[in-house]
């Protein structure tokens, strides 16, 4: 299990005094070793309640009843529930929690700023030649203003023809 384990110890196998430690995400029985320092033969069954809480609620055999939305809500209140409680018994301050990682910073949105100087030249001499647009195309397809580069319908489909630029910045 990545990312379990923390320092938890507390009474968990019977006893008053703190019996219990987290090792990879479930507790285990500090007394059920044979030498000081030496392996722990019983425990790993009870998920711990403080890094995995989830699955120790689970194995508890608490549920929570309702559509998804209740349930979700019952489950995060338990969860605060069962880790304050395990905060309580803890011998020792537990291990926080790992931040979770910082949102990606998003990349600023390209748009189109302005034309280039080449566009805006083509796009004037358009204006000069058709005006507003001069379509032709009923007589015989496809006509001059249709296929001219300084038509404003075919520079909206050039990204060549403008100068991009991040969304919200002035050029």
């Not at 496809?142 to 002035?170: F, I, K, Y």
Request: include cysteine; aromatic fraction near 8%; glycine fraction near 10%.
């Amino acid at each position: 299990m990545k990312g379990l384990g923390c320092n938890y110890e507390a009474p968990t196998f019977g006893a008053r005094y703190p019996d219990g430690t987290c090792i990879d995400g479930y507790m285990w029985d500090l007394d059920s070793c044979d030498e000081p320092g030496g392996p722990l033969y019983g425990g790993g069954d009870e998920p711990c309640p403080w890094c995995n809480t989830l699955s120790f609620i689970e194995w508890r055999g608490d549920t929570a009843s309702g559509n998804a939305h209740q349930r979700r809500v019952a489950r995060r209140a338990m969860v605060a529930k069962v880790r304050a409680w395990a905060e309580e018994r803890s011998s020792f301050p537990p291990a926080p929690r790992p931040a979770p990682p910082a949102p990606p910073t998003p990349t600023p949105r390209q748009v189109r700023v302005r034309l280039t100087d080449e566009a805006e030249e083509e796009s004037l001499d358009f204006y000069r030649r058709y005006g507003e647009g001069n379509c032709s195309c009923h007589l015989s397809p496809p006509c001059g203003s249709c296929t001219h580069p300084g038509n404003p319908l075919n520079q909206a489909e050039d990204d060549s023809a403008w100068v991009m630029g991040n969304e919200g910045e002035e050029s």
